[in-house]
T-cell receptor, first 115, second 113 residues
């Protein structure tokens, strides 16, 4: 079955703009989470959604937001972009939320460059 | 506070030999541990996992060992192959508020032909 699909794969934005990234989870998966990867900070958790509800949130400013639709697809939005937001944004899906033994599968990521 | 630590940034081994990648954690609420392999510009690929009720899990050339008392886990790759060269991330999760994946910084494995 198809894996986690993220769009767009690459994008360049200007400081102050906003960006929306999209994620389609593995069919049947209802939990979607987002992670940011930067060279200095590694992989850091942004937030998790399950059945259209945010279940968990990382330590990121309010400029980072997300949502999940009834078909489990998810979007994340970053407003007022800063240079430090340049990163690989990864979406991951799993069948359950918060359950031990529940493997999380990642998409290819969206490379965001802020200039 | 880094709750998952991969203290060695890199490891180089000869093809055919064993690769041992180590990981330490501090949060006693973690009860499920995963290893991911990652190539540049790609998302992490799930390799193998282990629950805290076990001390070993094996899948082909990959074996993960968990020592709960030491809060230490390791990934063994035997035999190592050049295609195994990548960055390996250790990740841990618990339940509820700890259900998000917490990653280590990663270790770059190079397998020499």
């Amino acid at each position: 079955k198809a894996g986690v699909t993220q769009t767009p794969r690459y994008l360049i934005k200007t400081r102050g703009q906003q960006v929306t990234l999209s994620c389609s989870p593995i069919s049947g998966h209802r939990s979607v989470s987002w992670y940011q990867q930067t060279p200095g900070q590694g992989l850091q958790f942004l937030f998790e959604y399950f059945s259209e509800t945010q279940r968990n949130k990382g330590n990121f400013p309010g400029r980072f937001s997300g949502r999940q639709f009834s078909n489990s697809r998810s979007e994340m939005n970053v407003s007022t972009l800063e240079l430090g937001d340049s990163a690989l944004y990864l979406c991951a899906s799993s069948s359950l939320t918060g359950a031990t033994g529940n493997t999380i599968y990642f998409g290819e990521g969206s490379w965001l460059t802020v200039v | 506070d880094q709750q998952v630590k991969q203290n060695s940034p890199s490891l180089s081994v000869q093809e055919g030999r064993i690769s041992i990648l180590n990981c330490d954690y501090t949060n006693s609420m973690f009860d499920y541990f995963l290893w991911y392999k990652k190539y540049p510009a790609e998302g992490p690929t799930f390799l193998i996992s282990i629950s805290s009720i076990k001390d070993k899990n094996e899948d082909g050339r990959f074996t993960v060992f968990l020592n709960k008392s030491a809060k230490h886990l390791s990934l063994h790759i035997v035999p190592s192959q050049p295609g195994d060269s990548a960055v390996y991330f250790c990740a841990a999760r618990g339940t509820g508020a700890n259900s998000k994946l917490t990653f280590g910084k990663g270790i770059t494995l190079s397998v020499r032909p």
